[in-house]
């Protein structure tokens, strides 16, 4: 062979090379973000870490792969709308096939953040394909979700009561959840602000008393560190389901409230706090507050004082299961009759 055959057949290797290695930075603008993430646009990547979290576009071709820093979470992978498969991810930047085809295949992709990670952000550095990342970019209402395990979808594609961390890990899948499938429903998009186990003033048994939920009202992630500095979709609706931790458990000793009473009250008081600077960062949206039937007492005194101040176009919704899952958690059937009944809720209060 001549050299200068040999130099055409290598550059032709280069190029096929080439061809099945396009990189596609994860800031790129053909890829889309549903919830809070934060873009360095310096560097090339994306972090995100709430729960229901996505990454959405458009994929041409037979090879699909992500570079990204999982933290040891799990994604559902989905495919034209329909589940393919959970991607579980580990500790560190690494390499994960996403996709892969026989033949060329143009596709709808959606990679959604299945569960909670509390420890650092999740990183996105890149996509690698042998086609084409295309945008999708869909005008939907958007719907702002405030929330504990329940609005997390905590154990709920599990068939037990009685689980261990590494079921819980496994089975709990945000995707499912009420607030996920009531978008879903309302064909809208989604931010999840949910933690497991914090509360309004008090978490579950009075655990970790230096956070709670409202903590992270403004933050980017769930990380007690994070900053506050993201990008979203500003909400249409905005939809708080908090309570089930402050309430769930007596209180214990060493606790900051002398008694049930002055409990109570802080209680009462924060969450009418926290309606209003919901109302000062988002304008005259419409708040709903949703809750477990235990809990109408506070409930009712929350919405006393918001008609006391004229604060309008606040509403409130409440629901039941029998939380058949982890942890005394509603499973996904569960969740599902939650999502249909507060569907209709907001349907005929008109609120998207």
Partial sequence: MSLARAAVLMASMVLSSN?????VSATDYRV???????????????????PGSSIQFEFSGTRLAVNLDGRGTQFDVMVDGEFSHILKTSAGLANYEIL?????EEVDVEIIKRNENYDAMIRIESFETDGEIKGIWDQQPHI??????????????????????????DTTNARLSYA????????ASRTMVAYSGLGM???????EPYHNLPHYK????????????????HPDLVVINLGSNDFSTPLQPGEPWPDMGAFF??????????????RSRYGDVPILMISKDWFREPMSAVEGQLAARNIEDVHTHYYMTEHLGCMGHPIVSEHQVMAEKLVEKIEELSLL
Avoid: P
Wanted: glycine share 10%; aromatic share 12%; charged share 25%.
């Fill in 19 to 23: 061809a099945l290695a396009t990189t």
């Fill in 201 to 207: 003033v008090r978490n579950w048994n009075g655990g």
């Fill in 100 to 104: 892969s085809f026989s033949d060329e």
């Fill in 144 to 169: 702002l979700f405030y929330g504990d395990s329940i609005t997390v979808g905590y154990g709920n594609e599990s068939n037990k009561r009685e689980c261990t961390t590494a079921e819980v890990i």
């Fill in 265 to 278: 009250n802080e209680w009462v008081n924060t969450y009418v706090d926290f309606i209003l600077e919901q």
């Fill in 218 to 233: 403004n933050k980017v992630g769930s990380i007690f560190t994070g900053g506050e500095e993201y990008q979203d979709r």
């Fill in 32 to 50: 889309n973000y549903e919830g809070r993430h934060a873009k360095n646009w310096s560097q090339g990547h994306v972090e995100l870490s709430w």
């Fill in 180 to 187: 996920s499938v009531t978008a879903d429903m309302l064909d």
